[in-house]
């Protein structure tokens, strides 16, 4: 990617207004330096300085709220710094529910699958001020359920993520494979992200 196509992406992730849990970045924190390293993690905490990112990652409070975009940019930058791809964005995000504060939350419910994404619906401004999480249809016979996204438009890493996301909540409640697919994307001129999880 050219320099100004960079600076272009960096300007748009940066300019989407809202706020998350530290949850969120310490669970990115922890994944990257299990993928890369410490000196990897510092790879991206000098990028994101040099694009004005001022973030204390030594005193990050899991409870306390931080602008949701430097999450977004930390994706991004994995894809630049250590050419991640899809699947590794994927593979972040399915890393998250393990360890993540909303895990806990929900602990009680991750008995079916039915009730795992229902409660992580439900518990969607608990984890970020903007945007909803809404389960449109869920079909046990079948074993599939349809998620709609609406109000998240950063950039296509954070589909990604949140694909593997709900693959590894998922995974919590249920055993066996598990896909996803994106039917709908905010990306690709649809007013919404949507998609079909089957277990």
């Known amino acids: 990617m050219d320099q100004k196509d960079y600076q272009k992406i960096t300007k748009e992730i940066l300019s989407v207004p809202g706020n998350a849990r530290g949850d969120l970045l310490l ?3 922890a994944y990257i330096k299990q993928q890369e390293g410490n000196l990897g993690f510092e790879k991206i905490k000098k990028e994101l300085n040099n694009l004005g990112c001022l973030i204390d990652f030594e005193n990050i409070n899991r409870l ?9 940019l930390i994706y991004f930058l994995c894809t630049e710094i250590f050419k991640w791809e899809k699947k590794d964005i994927f593979e972040m995000g399915r890393f998250a529910p393990k360890i993540a504060l909303i895990t806990r ?4 419910y991750l008995i ?3 009730k795992a994404l229902q409660e992580a619906s439900k518990n969607w401004k608990k984890y970020v001020d903007f ?13 599939y359920a349809i998620i709609k996204i609406h109000n998240y438009k950063f950039h296509p890493v954070a589909c990604w993520y949140l694909e593997g996301f ?10 066996g494979e598990k896909t996803i697919e994106e039917t709908k994307c905010m990306h690709k001129n649809s ?7 089957r277990w």
């Open 64 to 72: 306390d709220w931080y602008p949701k975009n430097i999450n977004i």
């Open 166 to 175: 709900f693959v590894g909540l998922l995974g919590l409640a249920v055993e």
């Open 131 to 143: 945007g909803s999480a809404e389960i449109s249809e869920t079909n046990i016979k079948e074993k």
């Open 27 to 29: 669970n990115a924190i």
């Open 105 to 108: 939350i929900i602990a009680k």
């Open 112 to 114: 079916s699958a039915e």
């Open 191 to 197: 007013p919404y992200h949507e998609f079909i999880i």
